[in-house]
């Protein structure tokens, strides 16, 4: 039985767990971020820069959070955004999706997971499947149908990516499979955090870096940089612009593409003026807190995406820190709501929100 101590109140703390827990290679793997990390930080700050225009008077006696993404019903404006090989816990994306269908949201599942998007199937029946462009026409739709099969209501295609992976914090060591070799270099590491190693030890398995959903038909199962390196070989990527998408995610990969580039938030309201009244906005990079997402809502996305706060509440506290940092958004929403006098996420508007001369970023050709 989980212990009342093992719940946290921020997302901050979340992260302090997971550094503590994690090997320091593991730990920042999850960080990640690039170059400098100019984008991956802007991404938080740029929220900060945000004010509210409260309203004290007539305030609600309930608050609405739930709303539809992409026709499925979702409990708050929280989604969970995919990310690849979460070996951070032994149960990885099975725990995720747990966690959410118990808060009654969307899982993301990335093409690069390290469990099959059969067994997620099974543990939510709101999943969407993150496919990249790569190798042929029928591989890609291979993945798709295979997905399809296994209860995803839904794709995200991811299409643009730099893979700069130097950071000036230094980046970990991250081997194509965990071989004699691989645990021999990250044995102290692991030594001097027995929580983490005895997590596996009691799983009776060891962090499988394997990709089984980028595998098609009796392929054999590609490693994480195997299956990079087919994605970066295509070169079928600008022929996605022709996709018949129904919702777009105004996202810059949480600061793990290209460096300098602006903060998701900053470009959210430009993108919601052209296209919010064809496709549904999502927002994804920075969200820490509830008031996070009213702005963001305010702003003009549906919803929000959430990748690094996940995934550090699993490393905390596996299903249920996954949960928790999902009821610490839900809350902070809610209070926000209160706040601001709104009765119900759809009646968030811009003029709720403060935005300072030169916080947006328009993008001209």
């Known amino acids: 039985m989980a212990s009342t101590r093992d719940w946290f109140e921020t997302v901050a703390e979340a992260q302090r767990r997971a550094r503590r827990r994690l090997p320091r290679s593991v730990y920042l793997a999850v960080l990640a971020g690039a170059e400098a990390g100019v984008t991956?930080?802007?991404n938080v700050r740029a929220f900060s820069e945000l004010g509210f225009r409260p309203h004290v008077a007539g305030l609600p006696a309930a608050r609405e959070l739930a709303t539809t993404v992409m026709g499925l019903q979702v409990s708050l404006p929280v989604l969970i955004s995919p990310t690849g090989v979460q070996a951070v816990h032994p149960d990885g994306e099975l725990a995720v999706a747990r966690a959410a269908a118990g808060a009654g949201?969307?899982?993301?599942?990335?093409s690069f997971a390290s469990k099959p998007v059969e067994e997620v199937g099974k543990a939510t029946d709101k999943l969407l499947f993150q496919c990249y462009w790569a190798g042929s026409r029928d591989d890609i739709l291979a993945r798709a149908e295979r997905a399809r099969a296994a209860g995803a209501e839904g794709l995200i295609i991811t299409l643009d990516w730099v893979f700069d992976h130097r950071r000036d914090w230094g980046s970990p060591w991250i081997p194509e499979r965990l071989d004699?070799?691989?645990?021999?270099?990250?044995?102290?590491?692991?030594a001097v955090r027995p929580a983490y190693l005895a997590r596996w030890v009691r799983s009776g398995s060891l962090p499988d870096l394997g990709?089984?959903?980028?595998?098609?038909?009796?392929?054999e199962i590609p490693g994480f940089f195997g299956a990079y390196g087919q994605w970066l070989g295509s070169d079928d990527a600008r022929r996605a612009a022709d996709i018949g998408a129904t919702a777009i995610s105004v996202s810059n990969h949480g600061g793990n593409n290209l460096d300098s580039t602006p903060a998701s938030i900053r470009c959210l309201p430009d993108v919601a003026d052209a296209v919010g009244d064809l496709l549904e906005v999502l927002l994804d990079g920075g969200i820490r807190r509830g008031s996070d997402v009213v702005k963001a809502l305010a702003l003009g996305a549906r919803a929000v995406m959430i990748g690094r706060p996940y995934l550090w509440?699993?490393?905390?506290?596996?299903?249920?820190g996954v949960g928790n940092v999902l009821e610490i958004l839900r809350q902070g929403i809610g209070e926000t709501l209160y706040g601001l006098g709104k009765a119900s996420v759809h009646d968030l508007t811009r003029d709720d929100v403060i935005v300072p001369d030169g916080f947006t970023r328009t993008q001209k050709p």
């Open 313 to 320: 509440g699993l490393a905390a506290n596996g299903e249920r």
């Open 211 to 219: 990709v089984p959903n980028s595998a098609t038909g009796d392929a």
């Open 180 to 190: 004699l070799r691989a645990m021999l270099r990250h044995a102290p590491q692991v």
């Open 40 to 42: 991956m930080n802007d």
């Open 105 to 110: 949201t969307v899982m993301g599942l990335s």
